[in-house]
């Protein structure tokens, strides 16, 4: 591809994602495609010989698009949504064209430099203690992973990764604490850094299914006195399955008297504490040892882009540092290198996003975008309260709603949960299939419900409208 | 931003990239700047208010720009390079634009089975074994993980990911095996996995600095005598210090007879392998468990994107699935979903950079550049030897020469290696300073080297020379 025809290839992909962007309602949010469908339209080897952009591009269109869940969809309301918006992909774009690798200062200066500036930015915004320093990771999971290594390592005085469990010998297991609500991330982190599924230990949770503070201040206690070694505390602050939110806190106070290290995973809701009337989400953060919130959930930035602070930056790159020859530079002592920061040596230019992101809307666009989710949510929630046919099965602090079809709600004859659980399955199956709208489910208490989650950029209230007319038409009679 | 600003922009900042992929020799390659530079030209909190993208672009070509490394710069030859094309970058654009979340099948077809049918490309285009099934991962430090923990699994019957050491009660430490010419990232993978520092033993190496299989024989017999448990062999096609090519074949055999875990780390070198003449580095491949090359190296395909092959699937997804329920999906059993294929939920569409560079090129049209990339080492090699101040201090396998200055080359009386050392660090720095090219150094038994690594797309035969005339302009006298 000579550069006439990257110029004018890129002129033509820039107006049909304009008008993407603009009519991504034209599109049913999930695809009519049963698995294997494209893979059979495809050849099996690569082209001996090149084909022009436009082959490729109409091949695209006709092809890949039709096979596309549309994340950008006005109604798409799964998983937790992850938005992104115009400064976000243009600056992809010029990240992409740079090309550049940021493992080291030296190699792309630009790149470090904006990555502590934007992160700093971001720690303001959210009011984060002063002693946090930030790191762009590419998701939670791995930011977790990055926390719970970091516990492992300062508990074990930096001698699990020169010797491995025998670290551990004359001492108990490692322990780590979460609630039963918890993202996977935990379980999957802990057993990649060696914890095992059975290091850990599951939390309770009160009525509104945030971490019990006594229970953990129980558990660690009878887990010492059973010669186990208390190491790390993950606290959430907005669970997967329904939005709670861990008092941090009081947890904190815990994790403080016990030496353990608290984490805080808030991927979805961190955003949220932009808004000086949702700050309180994060009231206690000043105890914690990290944290990490997602900017590609819900602050307009491309995935992948996960904001990940360290109260402990020497604990940090003590964990992960690692200095062969031929990556020595002349700055390493005046300089930060962020291949001592995470997991991955190569890293992409991910702050050049939010740096886009965060001037073109301005603090208070941002605050307005995820106030008129709040709102949406709100809607949605008072609907479902007054419905006959649904109800609602945990509190909404955020912007996710957990409710169900239950036609017998006000009525002492209800349906056996067993049968409700097929008829909202069959529900959501239902909404899904009709292309109207995308939504998850999820399980609480054994009570399968449907999740309504708000966050794409162009979601406005008639498209929340859309989906009760939607669950409207097609519950079950 | 609303559609009509993101549509003009857009436009902009093709025709910017355009301008910029044709005429990256115009700029330095490595910035002149110190750290913290460019910091402190840049606000300390984000704007309250949005502002134009014309202020932000204007602030990117101002600010940004002078920090940048250019590794489109055809002099860039530091590292080893990351290089990228038209196709992959428009491509990107269309990635960023769909924001799609490819961690299962239902929450984008496209994005995984594009994967699954470019993934059995570039099996076929390297010859790989039929067994092996591929999936992107972000860079080989975490393909390397994901082989080490998949490597742990099998040996403990996956009771280590269930149970942390206590899986390895009754049995001495578990052993990780690779050169000392590996990667950094497998030590650090080591001890991310918990095999520790100390569980990565250092095979010695031949005079070409490829690992030695009668040592590795021999220690994998002494350490199980010695009670431990040896578990996998990292071997490394195409060493980062100086391209050595451990001998995979006779590296297999052993791993196979002492069963093993084998994983092949071909970063860089495994793009060679489409050109019929450079299989041989693969040679002993269809003896590997795992193996990983990277196209954002070397296969025009903007980084991130990290090819993993397996010949067990289910031992990858065994040792990473983790399914809570509002992750599962009504295509469960019939689709792949790649969320359990690696240590993140969370994925980006990378499939479609490579589906637009395989197509645009063809694998006629990435052989070419590959073979012209080989050339201009060869070129420069025999530089090298011809010159009086030059020496070569490895072989040339594939596209990365080192070298260092030694004026006394062919005199019984040269200066003192100490002294040499001193004066090729002075000639690195005179040239990165220089501007007109980049490189890096490493140390081969003590003796300081520079690296000449040829891989950006727009290098022709003049950069090179330009360098050769650089170095006897710089050069001490």
């Not at 957990?402 to 004859?413: G, I, L, T, V």
């Not at 449907?450 to 794409?456: A, H, K, M, P, V």
């Amino acid at each position: 591809m000579d550069i006439a025809e990257f110029r004018s290839s890129g002129h033509r992909l820039i107006d049909w994602v304009a008008d993407y962007l603009e009519h991504a309602d034209r599109y049913p949010v999930m695809p009519d495609i049963q698995p294997g469908e494209l893979s059979a339209k495809l050849p099996e080897l690569a082209p001996d010989r090149g084909e022009s952009m436009d082959a490729i591009f109409e091949d695209f269109q006709r092809l890949i698009m039709p096979a596309v869940t549309h994340w950008n969809h006005p109604r798409f309301f799964a998983y937790f949504p992850a938005n992104h918006s115009g400064p976000s992909i243009l600056a992809e774009l010029l990240s992409a064209a740079l090309g550049v690798n940021a493992m080291v200062w030296q190699s792309c200066p630009a790149a470090t430099e904006l990555e502590q500036v934007v992160m700093g930015w971001l720690a303001r915004l959210l009011d984060l203690p002063a002693r946090m320093t930030g790191v762009i990771q590419d998701t939670a999971s791995t930011a977790t992973l990055c926390a719970l290594l970091c516990a492992r390592e300062r508990t074990t005085g930096f001698r699990y990764k020169a010797s491995g469990p025998a670290a551990l010998e004359g001492s108990g297991p490692l322990v780590v604490y979460a609630s039963s609500e918890a993202h996977s991330s935990v379980i999957k982190g802990a057993r990649i850094a060696g914890f095992g599924t059975d290091g850990v230990h599951q939390v309770a949770v009160d009525a509104d299914r945030g971490m019990d503070p006594a229970d953990l201040a129980r558990r660690i206690r009878a887990d010492r006195a059973a010669g186990l070694r208390p190491c790390c505390v993950c606290a959430t602050v907005g669970t997967t399955s329904s939005t709670a939110i861990d008092p941090v806190a009081a947890i904190g106070q815990v994790a403080a008297a016990e030496d353990l290290w608290l984490h805080v995973d808030a991927a979805l809701a961190g955003s949220a504490a932009i808004l000086p009337e949702m700050r309180w989400i994060l009231d206690g953060i000043e105890l914690a040892d990290s944290f990490v919130f997602n900017p590609h959930k819900w602050l307009l930035t491309n995935f992948d882009c996960s904001a990940y602070f360290t109260a402990h930056p020497r604990v940090l790159t003590r964990t992960f540092s690692i200095l062969p020859e031929y990556l020595k530079t002349e700055h390493d002592e005046q300089a930060v290198n962020f291949r001592d920061w995470g997991i991955q040596l190569g890293r992409r230019f991910r702050a050049l996003k939010l740096w886009f992101v965060l001037r073109s809307y301005g603090a208070e666009g941002l605050r307005a975008l995820i106030r008129s989710h709040l709102d949406m949510a709100t809607g949605f929630a008072a609907w479902v309260d007054q419905s006959q046919d649904f109800e609602r099965l945990a509190p909404v602090p955020l912007q996710t709603i957990c409710f169900r079809y239950n036609p017998d709600k006000e009525s002492a004859q209800s349906l056996s949960e067993a049968k409700l659980n097929e008829l909202n399955q069959a529900l959501l199956a239902a909404i899904n299939r009709s292309g109207v709208a995308f939504l998850t489910h999820t399980s609480l208490e054994g009570r399968t419900c449907l999740r309504l989650s708000i966050g794409q950029a162009s979601t406005r209230p008639e498209h929340v409208e859309q989906v009760e007319q939607a669950l409207m038409a097609l519950r079950p009679r």
